[in-house]
């Protein structure tokens, strides 16, 4: 049976060795590793739930083991008597723990044995059940929730973290879940060469230590903190900012991992003699990156899954395929879910359907408004109701699903079960053995029909999917800021970043400063005061609307910290990466997405911190421009922050986005009529799939052709029949 974990008390973080005021002290006493970002909400709904990551240990740690904090907030209705916390590792469950809800947050701690982790990529599953104090009935089971806490759950060990660059995804987060990464800046100005070297070697870094939540910033010196360091150029440059004497002499490309000591972070290291073995040495951080991962089998499937499993249609996956199990369901609610990750070029239409096939048993005694009830991102999908009063066992049950609903990159489809029985009334004693209501097969099944396959421009879904077209484009992308200081720099990085790991590949970015001319593909990140209004029209907005809406909105914006902040963030199921304060803009900042009234009006972005916007350039396939900007580069480094936290990074679509920083909501508009562009070879299935599509997406043009055509139908007839048969003497 598994261990009973140790209750803590409302637990912090221990001191790392930047923040303990004895260094020594702090070196040798055990730290916490977070676990890293996940695009799933952090809260666990209904009497049961799960949450999964991919956890990279070193072979440091995996033979010293250590202890797993657990971090949470619980709903007070929560029945403490019964409610548990399961922590498992690599699918065997290490442990449990009593959920607690009166008495605010709360820790569990679970013993690490020797060897219960392996070197490189480990699944860890944190599993609630949990059951209502008064009330049994199904809506009564929406009031509870667990709510982990990112800033208290990881690993404690005493450990030196990773010691070489292979071992880069040791690298921890900080309290809001980012990977704080400093480029160190070396000299007074930088110059397009270095920038383009150091934004190769960050994204080169992010894909290897799988940083889904990267936070870049330029920096003269590397210091102590959180996340990781990287030095790019030659030793020449390098040694007048960094103590390189642990390294050597270096005669040739040398990439190498400086280890976390007192003074400073982890410092990666890509540098050589001359530039050419710099350019080098950072070809050997890209190979390493594009390596296979060691790990286990089911942390290397979890690393796979992070973004979704990926599809590309006609593929059938059961549950078991997609890490689901066998479950008998004795509570009165039942939830699973999983991530897809479809291509960039899907796409969203009603041409065709996804079908999920269900093998499952319920037994007699279930009341009226038995159901399973599918969602897709977040949208209600179908449903079918289990109303045979003397049970049933369904094999291969068939839901049909639109495929609409879907969208480019990660999407997520939650299944739903809702139990309730006659006898719910009376909450019968939960320590008793409970009644099984449903039995959910691992062999349930989801059919992907063929895709429709075909670009769209501008569609922002698509840039977030997989950087289209920039890690496709014939020629070299450039990245543009007109106004380079130290916070839009630090926003232009981290985007650069995560349109790369998105791409999977490092993106060859030009950099230009200063307001150059847009031309062939291009992401442009800057304050909207430093824009020129070609700039913003090119990206499809409205120049004089985006300055008057925005006026005096160039301050700082107030940010909590602290309990205040934790708190608020814990009780909403929040993101500490999306809580700055902002003023709520205008409505005027709406007229910003129409050019000349040609359009519909946009969403009225009364939180809209920053705007994502995509314009349609010339006639290549690459020409697009992607513009991120925000009222001041301060709150443009914000949302940024906020935009590449996982949650909020699969949001953006269509030609606009307006980001909220306050809770990282997005409002979106569709392209009235984007651009398609081929992506695939031509091929007849494809074609008559794109066809469908565009029909379905213009059933007014489809519902005028089809009078036509029987309008046709019927002329040609009447012409046939008055020339046949008998005709009068």
Same mark, same amino acid.
């Given at each position: 049976?598994?261990?009973?974990?140790?209750?803590?008390?409302?637990?912090?973080?221990?001191?790392?060795?930047?923040?303990?005021?004895?260094?020594?002290?702090?070196?040798?006493?055990?730290?916490?590793?977070?676990?890293?970002? *996940?695009?799933?909400?952090?809260?666990?709904?209904?009497?049961?739930?799960?949450?999964?990551?991919?956890?990279?240990?070193?072979?440091?740690?995996?033979?010293?083991?250590?202890?797993?904090?657990?971090?949470?907030?619980?709903?007070?209705?929560?029945?403490?008597?019964?409610?548990?916390?399961?922590?498992?590792?690599?699918?065997?469950?290490?442990?449990?723990?009593?959920?607690?809800?009166?008495?605010?947050?709360?820790?569990?701690?679970?013993?690490?044995?020797?060897?219960?982790?392996?070197?490189?990529?480990?699944?860890?599953?944190?599993?609630?059940?949990?059951?209502?104090?008064?009330?049994?009935?199904?809506?009564?089971?929406?009031?509870?929730?667990?709510?982990?806490?990112?800033?208290?759950?990881?690993?404690?060990?005493?450990?030196?973290?990773?010691?070489?660059?292979?071992?880069?995804?040791?690298?921890?987060?900080?309290?809001?879940?980012?990977?704080? *990464?400093?480029?160190?800046?070396?000299?007074?100005?930088?110059?397009?060469?270095?920038?383009?070297?150091?934004?190769?070697?960050?994204?080169?870094?992010?894909?290897?230590?799988?940083?889904?939540?990267?936070?870049?910033?330029?920096?003269?010196?590397?210091?102590?903190?959180?996340?990781?360091?990287?030095?790019?150029?030659?030793?020449?440059?390098?040694?007048?900012?960094?103590?390189?004497?642990?390294?050597?002499?270096?005669?040739?490309?040398?990439?190498?991992?400086?280890?976390?000591?007192?003074?400073?972070?982890?410092?990666?290291?890509?540098?050589?003699?001359?530039?050419?073995?710099?350019?080098?040495?950072?070809?050997?951080?890209?190979?390493?990156?594009?390596?296979?991962?060691?790990?286990?089998?089911?942390?290397?499937?979890?690393?796979?899954?992070?973004?979704?499993?990926?599809?590309?249609?006609?593929?059938?996956?059961?549950?078991?395929?997609?890490?689901?199990?066998?479950?008998?369901?004795?509570?009165?609610?039942?939830?699973?879910?999983?991530?897809?990750?479809?291509?960039?070029?899907?796409?969203?239409?009603?041409?065709?359907?996804?079908?999920?096939?269900?093998?499952?048993?319920?037994?007699?005694?279930?009341?009226?408004?038995?159901?399973?009830?599918?969602?897709?991102?977040?949208?209600?999908?179908?449903?079918?109701?289990?109303?045979?009063?003397?049970?049933?066992?369904?094999?291969?049950?068939?839901?049909?699903?639109?495929?609409?609903?879907?969208?480019?990159?990660?999407?997520? *489809?939650?299944?739903?079960?809702?139990?309730?029985?006659?006898?719910?009334?009376?909450?019968?004693?939960?320590?008793?053995?409970?009644?099984?209501?449903?039995?959910?097969?691992?062999?349930?099944?989801?059919?992907?029909?063929?895709?429709?396959?075909?670009?769209?421009?501008?569609?922002?879904?698509?840039?977030?999917?997989?950087?289209?077209?920039?890690?496709?484009?014939?020629?070299?992308?450039?990245?543009?800021?007109?106004?380079?200081? /130290?916070?839009?720099?630090?926003?232009?990085?981290?985007?650069?970043?995560?349109?790369?790991?998105?791409?999977?590949?490092?993106?060859?970015?030009?950099?230009?400063?200063?307001?150059?001319?847009?031309?062939?593909?291009?992401?442009?990140?800057?304050?909207?005061?430093?824009?020129?209004?070609?700039?913003?029209?090119?990206?499809?907005?409205?120049?004089?609307?985006?300055?008057?809406?925005?006026?005096?909105?160039?301050?700082?914006?107030?940010?909590?910290?602290?309990?205040?902040?934790?708190?608020?963030?814990?009780?909403?199921?929040?993101?500490?990466?999306?809580?700055?304060?902002?003023?709520?803009?205008?409505?005027?900042?709406?007229?910003?997405?129409?050019?000349?009234?040609? /359009?519909?009006?946009?969403?009225?972005?009364?939180?809209?911190?920053?705007?994502?916007?995509?314009?349609?350039?010339?006639?290549?396939?690459?020409?697009?421009?992607?513009?991120?900007?925000?009222?001041?580069?301060?709150?443009?480094?914000?949302?940024?922050?906020?935009?590449?936290?996982? /949650?909020?990074?699969?949001?953006?679509?269509?030609?606009?986005?307006?980001?909220?920083?306050?809770?990282?909501?997005?409002?979106?508009?569709?392209?009235?009529?984007?651009?398609?562009?081929?992506?695939?070879?031509?091929?007849?299935?494809?074609?008559?799939?794109?066809?469908?599509?565009?029909?379905?997406?213009?059933?007014?043009?489809?519902?005028?052709?089809?009078?036509?055509?029987?309008?046709?139908?019927?002329?040609?007839?009447?012409?046939?029949?008055?020339?046949?048969?008998?005709?009068?003497?």
């Amino acid at each position: 049976a598994p261990a009973r974990a140790t209750v803590a008390a409302p637990a912090a973080p221990p001191p790392t060795a930047a923040g303990a005021a004895d260094p020594v002290v702090a070196e040798r006493g055990p730290t916490l590793r977070r676990l890293p970002s *996940i695009a799933e909400p952090m809260r666990l709904w209904g009497e049961n739930g799960r949450l999964s990551f991919a956890f990279y240990a070193t072979e440091a740690e995996a033979r010293a083991g250590g202890r797993f904090q657990v971090g949470y907030m619980a709903a007070v209705s929560i029945l403490p008597d019964t409610a548990r916390l399961t922590l498992s590792v690599n699918g065997a469950a290490l442990g449990s723990g009593a959920i607690d809800g009166s008495r605010g947050l709360r820790s569990l701690a679970f013993d690490l044995p020797a060897g219960t982790l392996a070197r490189g990529f480990n699944r860890i599953d944190i599993a609630v059940a949990q059951r209502h104090r008064v009330d049994c009935a199904v809506p009564a089971t929406y009031e509870l929730w667990t709510q982990i806490d990112p800033e208290t759950t990881g690993l404690l060990a005493v450990t030196d973290g990773p010691q070489a660059p292979a071992d880069l995804a040791a690298i921890g987060g900080g309290p809001d879940g980012a990977v704080p *990464i400093r480029l160190l800046q070396t000299g007074g100005k930088l110059s397009p060469r270095a920038v383009e070297r150091a934004l190769a070697a960050l994204q080169a870094a992010v894909l290897l230590g799988g940083f889904r939540q990267p936070a870049a910033e330029f920096a003269p010196a590397v210091e102590a903190g959180d996340g990781l360091a990287l030095a790019v150029g030659r030793v020449s440059e390098l040694a007048a900012s960094l103590d390189l004497a642990p390294l050597g002499p270096v005669t040739g490309p040398r990439l190498a991992l400086l280890p976390r000591n007192a003074e400073r972070r982890p410092v990666l290291v890509v540098t050589g003699p001359e530039d050419a073995d710099v350019t080098a040495a950072l070809g050997q951080l890209e190979d390493l990156a594009r390596a296979d991962r060691p790990g286990t089998p089911q942390g290397r499937r979890a690393l796979a899954d992070a973004g979704g499993r990926p599809v590309s249609g006609g593929e059938t996956l059961t549950f078991a395929d997609l890490g689901i199990p066998d479950a008998h369901v004795a509570a009165r609610t039942h939830r699973i879910a999983f991530d897809l990750a479809l291509p960039h070029d899907f796409m969203p239409a009603d041409y065709d359907k996804l079908i999920l096939d269900l093998d499952a048993a319920y037994p007699a005694g279930l009341a009226p408004g038995a159901q399973i009830v599918v969602a897709i991102n977040g949208a209600t999908a179908a449903s079918t109701p289990l109303g045979r009063p003397g049970g049933e066992a369904m094999t291969r049950r068939a839901v049909v699903l639109p495929l609409r609903l879907l969208r480019p990159g990660q999407n997520r *489809i939650a299944v739903r079960a809702e139990l309730p029985r006659g006898d719910d009334r009376a909450c019968p004693d939960e320590a008793a053995v409970p009644t099984e209501r449903l039995f959910l097969a691992a062999t349930s099944r989801l059919t992907l029909p063929p895709l429709a396959r075909i670009g769209r421009q501008p569609e922002l879904a698509e840039t977030v999917a997989e950087a289209f077209p920039y890690a496709t484009a014939g020629r070299r992308p450039t990245l543009v800021v007109p106004n380079p200081d /130290r916070d839009t720099m630090a926003a232009a990085a981290t985007l650069a970043a995560r349109l790369g790991l998105a791409a999977g590949r490092v993106l060859p970015f030009a950099f230009a400063a200063g307001r150059a001319g847009i031309s062939g593909p291009a992401v442009v990140v800057s304050p909207a005061p430093a824009l020129d209004g070609t700039v913003l029209a090119a990206a499809g907005l409205d120049p004089r609307a985006v300055f008057d809406a925005w006026a005096g909105r160039d301050a700082v914006p107030a940010r909590e910290s602290g309990p205040a902040l934790r708190r608020r963030v814990l009780r909403t199921d929040g993101l500490a990466a999306c809580s700055a304060l902002v003023r709520p803009a205008p409505d005027a900042v709406a007229e910003a997405a129409t050019r000349s009234g040609a /359009r519909p009006p946009a969403p009225v972005l009364t939180d809209a911190a920053a705007l994502l916007a995509q314009g349609v350039t010339g006639p290549a396939p690459d020409d697009l421009v992607t513009l991120v900007t925000a009222p001041s580069s301060a709150g443009l480094r914000e949302a940024v922050a906020c935009l590449v936290h996982p /949650r909020v990074w699969t949001r953006p679509a269509g030609r606009l986005a307006a980001l909220s920083s306050v809770d990282g909501g997005v409002a979106v508009e569709a392209a009235a009529e984007p651009r398609y562009v081929a992506t695939l070879a031509p091929a007849p299935g494809n074609l008559r799939r794109v066809a469908a599509g565009w029909l379905s997406l213009h059933a007014g043009l489809f519902g005028l052709a089809g009078l036509l055509l029987a309008g046709g139908l019927a002329g040609s007839t009447h012409l046939l029949v008055r020339n046949l048969g008998r005709r009068p003497e």
